[in-house]
Every structure is written in structure tokens, then in C-alpha cells.
Nanobody, 126 residues
Framework: QVQLVESGGGLVQAGESLRLSCVASGRTFSTNFMGWFRQAPGKGREFVATISLSGGMTLYVDSVKGRFTISRDNSKNTVYLQMNSLKPEDTAVYYC???????????????????WGQGTQVTVSS
């Protein structure tokens, strides 16, 4: 498994930006596809974005397309989620996740991931 530590959450106003970071340790980072998920109060956890091992392939939930960008720096064992034009409905705990894969694999499904971070709170006020 992989140990994951998220950071970068906080309280912002609608329209502002945040960048989340997730640092991984343990399994070789470049062998993991990575994902971001979120859980809003009273709701289940939902997929936000995923990125393949080399970073060449990405996928987003429709509600964040054009506003959020997932990226990774394999030399720093870190995956990022740049969040622009934030909306109150983006308020949630954001979780980083890692799954073992190869090639261009990535996944929007929770069951594909075997390691999860503790989460970081993002609150967007209107």
C-alpha cells in the first residue's frame, strides 16, 4: 500500500481558487494511478478526477470539467488538484487515492484504489 497525506484545503469565497496536494510514500509512486474523490456533508463519496501513471491521461466528473485540473510530479511523489472558480457546491472533504496499475490506466471507481489519505476540508462560501 501507499501512505498518502493531503494538504491545501481551507475556507474560500465563491470564485476563488485552491490547490490541493497529496504526497505519497511507500510503493513506487510512478507505479500508481491516482485519483481525487470528495464527500459532501450528508452525501456519499464521489469521484472528482483521476490521472494515469505518467500523467498523460486524465478524467474528470462533469461538474468540475473546465474548472479543476489534476496533475502529478513523479519526481516529488505528489499529485495535485488545482481548483478554480470554486462554487459552494464544491464544499466537501477531499480525499486522495492511489491504485496500482500500469501503462495508461486510470479509474473513476473507488474499488480500483487500495490506498486513501485522511482527507482535507474544502469550504466555499457564497
Amino acid at each position: 500500500q501507499v501512505q498518502l497525506v493531503e494538504s491545501g484545503g481551507g475556507l474560500v469565497q465563491a470564485g476563488e481558487s485552491l490547490r490541493l496536494s497529496c504526497v505519497a510514500s511507500g510503493r513506487t509512486f510512478s507505479t500508481n494511478f491516482m485519483g481525487w474523490f470528495r464527500q459532501a456533508p450528508g452525501k456519499g463519496r464521489e469521484f472528482v478526477a483521476t490521472i494515469s501513471l505518467s500523467g498523460g491521461m486524465t478524467l474528470y466528473v462533469d461538474s468540475v470539467k473546465g474548472r479543476f485540473t489534476i496533475s502529478r510530479d513523479n519526481s516529488k511523489n505528489t499529485v495535485y488538484l488545482q481548483m478554480n472558480s470554486l462554487k459552494p457546491e464544491d464544499t466537501a472533504v477531499y480525499y486522495c487515492a492511489a491504485g496500482r496499475g500500469s501503462g495508461r490506466y486510470y479509474s473513476p471507481y473507488e474499488y480500483s484504489y487500495d490506498s486513501w489519505g485522511q482527507g482535507t476540508q474544502v469550504t466555499v462560501s457564497s
